[in-house]
Nanobody, 123 residues
Framework: QLELVESGGGLVQPGGSLRLSCTAS????????VAWFRQAPGKEREGVSC????????NYADSVKGRFTISRDNAKNTVYLQIDSLKYEDTAVYYC????????????????WGQGTQVTVSS
């Protein structure tokens, strides 16, 4: 069983920052594409960002461009999502997921998912 664990969520004021982490246990993330998704209460799940196995040309949803930064540290077997300038509408459970192909693809189902970490933006 491939297990992904997200961490770093929390309660933060508007304009604040968080860094989310996605870590794999029992296997290496090196050759996987890793994506972040989020789901707000009452809304459909939304793709936020993805980074391919090489770390090159990450992509972002329009709603987060310029505020979110995805990166990977293969030595730590972790993918990060730096979230800056948080807005109320960023409140959601954030999930990471992986693709064995190594390339980001919004048209396929991601193969393994973490349990999510809650991000709440509130004053």
């Amino acid at each position: 069983q491939l297990e992904l664990v997200e961490s770093g969520g929390g309660l933060v004021q508007p304009g604040g920052s968080l860094r989310l982490s996605c870590t794999a246990s029992e296997f290496s993330l090196d050759y996987y594409a890793v994506a972040w998704f989020r789901q707000a209460p009452g809304k459909e799940r939304e793709g936020v960002s993805c980074i391919d196995y090489s770390g090159g040309r990450p992509n972002y949803a329009d709603s987060v461009k310029g505020r979110f930064t995805i990166s990977r540290d293969n030595a730590k077997n972790t993918v990060y999502l730096q979230i800056d300038s948080l807005k109320y509408e960023d409140t959601a459970v954030y999930y990471c997921a992986i693709l064995r192909s190594g390339w980001c693809d919004e048209n396929v189902d991601y193969e393994h998912w973490g349990q999510g970490t809650q991000v709440t933006v509130s004053s």
